[in-house]
């Protein structure tokens, strides 16, 4: 966890404006990356060969910085598969660029694209941010937007808890939570248009078919 005039400057004021402590960043295996070099570096000392760092999309330096809040996916069994970082940087790149009135380059949200042909279990689509603390928890399962959705919630208490992160709920969410025995959800997207629109077209064309779930929303 860092602490004041640290290289974690930025990920510490970004998790207290958010009100998320100590215990819960830990808990929820959130994190920072203090050297892009030195992480690389580290990943070899454990043996990792530099083609199979690429293999499996961890040569990220957009990721693995500073400058960034990283998200670990993780699957049912709580196995780390993924990683998603938010950009603490892209409301001043975003405003920098329309000052100057062009197009933004960055991205809010940086995600691992891939893991590998040979090793091929970070598939974002077909994930559910944050089901291995969720699975000790339901039912209900609610379903939020976003990763940092999630952690707040939790850190209110409310574990029972995942996030499409960008994603839509796809058939193969559906799946999942069938081969998971979840049944009962709870659709909580966003309040905005964006996220009413969304969740309109789940009930209607993702989970119309599929009357053995019970499902309630909840508009925020």
């Not at 996916?73 to 950009?87: E, L, M, Q, S, V």
């Not at 944050?130 to 937007?145: H, M, N, S, V």
């Not at 796809?170 to 969740?199: N, P, R, V």
Request: overall charge positive; some cysteine; aromatic content about 10%.
């Amino acid at each position: 966890f860092p602490s004041h005039n640290t290289e974690g400057e930025k990920f510490r004021k970004a998790i207290e404006e958010r009100g998320w402590v100590e215990k819960t960043i830990r808990d929820e295996s959130i994190g920072f990356v203090p050297d892009f070099t030195e992480f690389k570096n580290k990943l070899k000392k454990l043996g990792y060969s530099v083609q199979f760092i690429n293999e499996v999309d961890l040569d990220r330096k957009d990721i693995f910085n500073p400058n960034n809040i990283i998200f670990v996916w993780k699957d049912h069994f709580g196995r780390p598969i993924g990683f998603t970082a938010r950009n603490l940087l892209y409301e001043d790149q975003k405003a920098a660029a329309d000052k100057k009135g062009t197009k933004c380059t960055s991205s809010k949200y940086n995600n691992q694209r891939t893991t590998g042909l040979k090793c091929n279990i970070f598939q974002k689509s077909k994930r559910l941010y944050g089901i291995d603390r969720a699975l000790k928890a339901i039912p209900p399962l609610y379903i939020f937007e976003g990763q940092a959705d999630v952690i707040t919630a939790r850190q209110a208490g409310l574990v029972n808890c995942v996030a499409l992160a960008g994603s839509s709920l796809s058939a193969d969410h559906i799946f999942s939570l069938k081969d998971m025995g979840i049944y009962d959800i709870c659709l909580a997207l966003d309040g905005d248009e964006t996220g009413q629109t969304k969740q309109i077209k789940i009930l209607e064309e993702k989970l119309a078919g599929h009357k053995e779930f019970k499902v309630r929303l909840v508009v925020l």
